[in-house]
């Protein structure tokens, strides 16, 4: 990662929306203790159960944040992109990280140690009010997720990923939106509970409708009207 000058990371800061309504000297504090980590792509940035001792920002890339059962099948929870904030659970009610976060592609990221972070948010109750909207964001989604998972087929599941994910990473093309988030068929299925074999499955016969087109490992949805119409929300 080129070294980043302190008044890039303010302004990095400032579009984070737990930084949000800082002043520039609150900001350059905040700058002042952070450091810049880099990660290649499927790079492990902490495992389950590790000690949590620093909270990051995602500057640019995409994390995913998963666990894994005894027999090796992987939950994905969550991906974070550029001003998500990771690891900030460790930080409150445990000192141990709850899932384990490992980098899509190449990522770089701004690191705050446990320390600083604490300090900072007792210097401003309004950002410990915001990191409490992160939290239950962080809920909402496990349980839409559990939710989705129990009582929700694979064909609406994967379809509800798509559009979600479309709003999120996609770009309007010729040909459709493009959802420019490189997963393979098996990180799809681990994020809607499903197996390779049905995700591949699925997707073919999406294909085969005319639905959406697969371009090396991305997907392009043709039309959004069916897959918003099985998902019952709609790309914006």
């Known amino acids: ?50 000690a949590g001792s620093q909270v990051y920002i995602v500057v640019r890339g995409t994390l995913k944040a998963l666990t894994t059962s005894e027999e090796g099948d992987d939950v994905v929870f969550s991906l974070m992109g550029p001003g998500e904030l990771i690891g900030e659970i460790a930080f409150l009610g445990t000192s141990t990280r709850t899932a384990t976060v490992t980098a899509l592609a190449q990522s770089e990221l701004l690191a705050i140690d446990r320390r600083d972070f604490l300090s900072f948010l007792k210097a401003n109750p309004e950002a410990s009010i915001k990191l409490m909207s992160v939290l239950a964001e962080r809920v909402k989604r496990l349980s839409e997720l559990v939710e989705d998972t129990l009582f929700l087929n694979l064909p609406v599941r994967l379809a509800k990923k798509l559009v979600h994910y479309a709003a999120i990473y996609g770009r309007k093309t010729d040909a459709g939106v493009r959802i420019d988030l490189k997963l393979s068929q098996e990180e799809w299925g681990d994020l809607v509970g499903a197996t390779r074999e049905s995700i591949n499955k699925q997707l073919r016969a999406w294909s085969e409708r005319g639905h959406i087109r697969l371009e090396g490992g991305y997907v392009v949805i043709e039309q959004p009207d069916e897959l918003e119409k099985l998902a019952g929300c709609a790309l914006a």
Do not use: I, Q
């Open 1 to 50: 990662m080129a070294t980043l000058s302190a008044e890039e990371r303010s302004g990095l800061l400032a579009r984070v929306p737990l930084f949000a309504g800082l002043t520039a000297r609150e900001l350059g504090d905040l700058v002042a203790v952070t450091r810049t980590r880099s990660l290649g792509a499927r790079e492990e940035l902490f495992h389950k159960g590790d």
